[in-house]
């Protein structure tokens, strides 16, 4: 079965067609970095508005590249939660008129979830395997940072994820701070490689490592508006050469990755977790895949990061996942709504052994 991906929940416009979950014949996306770059973060009535200009020559070049029409996709696999509501609605409205034209089922993808998914895509002999069981996932991106544990009957909860600021805003913060331009994440990362890491002791929250308890509720939680605030009272008033931008930058940095590398390891080592999976746009990260590397290794746990091209917001992890919906005969109707938030409750999901 051929899947026809659709991704429309913040800046990206994408279509992907994956055939029977994993194998990928195409994967488009039209940027708008650069559009809202200028303002310093996503406008989302200027994102819908781009995405309605792009999606249909975005779908229309994803057939092209797969070789495919429209006749020959099975279902239309949508992102419908979470993202910003007037982008979704772009997306979904175009799946819903083109399912029904075509006769074929329509399947809303919860985004979040879809970014677990794309670490495992080319791969479904790791999902098939029960010794991969339970899986940690560690999802990091703009809007979203969690933890999350995978059994192998499929049943998912969130262990952890942030009380203020997800990993990604909070590079896009610091990134506004020291004036380099939007999104923080790629910058941030480049400028650091040149950059003491050890320069700022900059806070750790909910680690313990300021002297105080962490909470038993917290354990696996996130908070990074203390180190941002750190960061903030820092520079404030200093003229920074490049020397000193890059210290600054390498510890900042140092300090949000190793906070999610140790909750991470902390969730793996309790719950006895074989396989960790680091995915989301925060995973191509090349500090944070180092120290999850060295981690992970020390644990004696399997690492699978998802590639960096399916890290970033893509449909062909909306489409696999959407096989999966679809061969178990879950699918949506046009009445199927969509949600800015992510809701708490994840469910059974498709992917697991079952």
């Known amino acids: 079965m051929i899947v026809l991906g659709i991704e429309s929940?913040?800046?990206?416009?994408?279509?992907?067609?994956?055939?029977?979950?994993?194998?990928?014949?195409?994967?488009?996306?039209?940027?708008?970095?650069?559009?809202?770059?200028?303002?310093?973060?996503?406008?989302?009535?200027?994102?819908?508005?781009?995405h309605l200009r792009n999606i249909s020559p975005v779908v229309q070049e994803a057939l092209a590249a797969a070789q495919l029409t429209i006749a020959d996709i099975s279902a239309i696999a949508v992102t419908s939660s979470p993202g910003l509501i007037p982008a979704l609605l772009v997306g979904n409205a175009y799946a819903k008129g083109l399912a029904a034209a075509q006769g074929i089922p329509l399947i809303g993808i919860n985004h979040f979830l879809a970014h677990i998914y794309g670490s495992f895509l080319g791969q479904p002999e790791i999902l098939a395997d029960r010794s991969s069981y339970p899986i940690l996932a560690l999802v990091v991106s703009g809007g979203h940072t969690a933890i999350v544990l995978i059994e192998a009957d499929g049943s998912a909860r969130i262990l952890?994820?942030?009380?203020?600021?997800?990993?990604?805003?909070?590079?896009?913060?610091?990134?506004?701070?020291?004036?380099?331009?939007y999104p923080g994440g790629p910058v941030i990362d480049r400028i650091a490689k040149t950059g003491?890491?050890?320069?700022?002791?900059?806070?750790?929250?909910?680690?313990?490592?300021?002297?105080?308890?962490?909470?038993?509720?917290?354990?696996y939680d996130f908070s990074f508006s203390g180190v941002k605030t750190a960061l903030l009272y820092a520079v404030k008033d200093k003229t920074l050469d490049e020397a000193s931008l890059?210290?600054?930058?390498?510890?900042?940095?140092?300090?949000?990755?190793?906070?999610?590398?140790?909750?991470?390891?902390?969730?793996?080592?309790?719950?006895?977790t074989p396989l960790i999976c680091c995915c989301g746009g925060v995973a191509c990260n090349s500090r944070l895949r180092v120290l999850m590397t060295e981690e992970t290794a020390r644990l004696g746990r399997r690492l699978l990061a998802a590639p960096p091209k399916f890290c970033t917001d893509n449909a062909a992890m909306v489409a696999g996942l959407g096989w999966h919906y679809l061969r178990k005969g879950l699918v949506d109707d046009l009445a199927m709504g969509v949600?800015?938030?992510?809701?708490?409750?994840?469910?059974?999901?498709?992917?697991?052994?079952?």
């Open 9 to 50: 929940s913040c800046d990206e416009t994408a279509a992907a067609v994956v055939r029977n979950g994993h194998d990928v014949l195409s994967n488009v996306i039209s940027s708008q970095m650069a559009l809202h770059a200028g303002y310093g973060g996503v406008i989302p009535e200027l994102a819908a508005r781009e």
């Open 160 to 181: 952890g994820s942030t009380l203020d600021d997800a990993a990604g805003e909070a590079l896009d913060k610091a990134a506004k701070i020291l004036g380099l331009g």
């Open 196 to 219: 003491n890491p050890q320069a700022y002791a900059f806070p750790r929250g909910l680690t313990g490592a300021g002297g105080k308890a962490v909470k038993p509720e917290h354990r």
């Open 246 to 272: 890059a210290d600054a930058v390498a510890s900042y940095q140092e300090a949000v990755m190793e906070v999610l590398v140790s909750k991470a390891m902390t969730a793996a080592s309790d719950f006895a």
């Open 339 to 354: 949600e800015a938030r992510l809701n708490r409750s994840l469910g059974v999901l498709p992917f697991a052994i079952g």
